[in-house]
């Protein structure tokens, strides 16, 4: 056998070698679980708990099969996963089995140059069903030969039916200050089915969701904020059901219009000055006609409605007071549950063009707020 030969052999089982892990990695970690984001460990990884109760032994939890589970025979306990090649994630998944429901928290390590590290904060979850699927927990992003979770099942056993890991994009979320509303927006995150907007008025601590749909992501409107109170916002990306990636919080405040600022309602723009000869003015250098003027301005008992949309367009109307009230009464009526989901405004002589009449369809679903000006008598 030729010397070239035998090089040309060596040669090729080197590459192979080199090329074999990376390989393994891809071809295994491909098995993902009903209900859970990211996958399961991959094939030969070796799975070591602190202690095991009966038959529910800990390569339970990395089956694949979420009806199994670990059950480690007392309140605390750890849990050790050990990968054939180093991985790279951002996060961990665990479904966990809750009987009674309770709280479990615990703290997740990574495996680095032979030694444990801390990869997460301790976690606290409240367990609400016999098999719990919490949102997962973010993780120090980082290549790891395998995860420690260091668990405290709070007043029952502790016990895991399943555990996945992977990797999510990260959600950059900013927001803009409006009047009695905040504007958010935030890059879209691959395969994300939708979004929740969770927000409250004290630092991770969310009374309210909005569930939005995804093509409402990067430009979205939560109304009916009160002006002046500070308020904290968190986007949650959701992969067919399951969420997964978090934002980072976001701080807004909503204000109202400055009373002093030219363009409000009552004060001309200062692009825009008043003209003394327009109709309905007196101009000094102009003799009298002696005939009535002809106010433009409308008198008596009219307003104008600026309507502001979800959208942040505002819509005006010369209306009145009657108008004015119908449409407060039947916003109000719907805002109770009952009435039409759409209004028709009158546009009156405003643009009408070459129409018998105008009329402006209002969906009260897309009206962030309203406001009126109302003519002195």
């Known amino acids: 056998m030729s010397k070239k030969f035998m090089a040309t052999v060596l040669t090729f089982l080197l590459v192979s070698i080199m090329l074999l892990p990376s390989a393994t990695h891809a071809a295994t970690l491909n098995k993902t679980v009903k209900g859970m984001l990211g996958f399961s460990p991959p094939e030969g990884t070796t799975v070591k708990a602190s202690s095991i109760y009966s038959n529910y032994v800990a390569k339970n939890s990395i089956d694949g099969d979420i009806g199994t589970y670990w059950n480690a025979n007392t309140f605390k306990g750890d849990i050790e996963l050990i990968f054939p090649n180093p991985i790279e994630i951002n996060f961990v998944h ?6 009674p429901p309770r709280e479990i928290s615990y703290t997740i390590y990574g495996l680095e140059g032979g030694k444990w590290v801390p990869i997460s904060e301790q976690i606290t979850h409240s367990l609400t069903a016999t098999y719990t699927t919490s949102q ?29 890991i992977g990797m999510v994009e990260a959600i950059d979320l900013k927001g803009q200050a409006q009047n009695s509303s905040a504007k958010l927006s935030w890059n879209t995150i691959k395969d994300a089915t939708n979004y929740k907007i969770n927000y409250g008025t004290q630092p991770n601590k969310y009374t309210d969701s909005i569930s939005v749909e995804k093509d409402a992501a990067g430009n979205y409107m939560v109304p009916n904020l009160i002006n002046g109170t500070t308020y904290y916002f968190q986007v949650v990306a959701i992969f067919n059901g399951v969420e997964t990636s978090i934002s980072n919080e976001a701080v807004v405040t909503p204000m109202g219009p400055s009373t002093t600022d030219p363009t409000t309602p009552g004060n001309p723009s200062p692009e825009e000055p008043t003209n003394p000869s327009k109709p309905g003015t007196t101009n000094p250098d102009e003799p009298s006609t002696g005939e009535p003027t002809n106010p433009q301005t409308p008198s008596g008992n009219r307003a104008i409605l600026v309507v502001t949309m979800t959208t942040g367009l505002e819509k005006e109307f010369d209306l009145s007071m009657k108008e004015v009230n119908d449409f407060i009464a039947w916003y109000e009526s719907k805002q109770a549950g009952s009435g039409s989901a759409s209004y028709a405004i009158n546009k009156h002589d405003n643009n009408k063009g070459p129409f018998s009449s105008r009329k402006d369809y209002m969906l009260f679903d897309r009206i962030l707020t309203f406001e009126v000006s109302e003519y002195s008598k």
């Open 136 to 164: 997962p927990d973010k993780v120090k992003l980082g290549t790891y030969d395998g995860i420690k979770i260091d668990a405290n099942g709070g007043s029952s056993w502790l016990a895991f039916n399943e555990i996945t």
């Open 94 to 99: 665990i479904t966990t089995a809750a009987t």
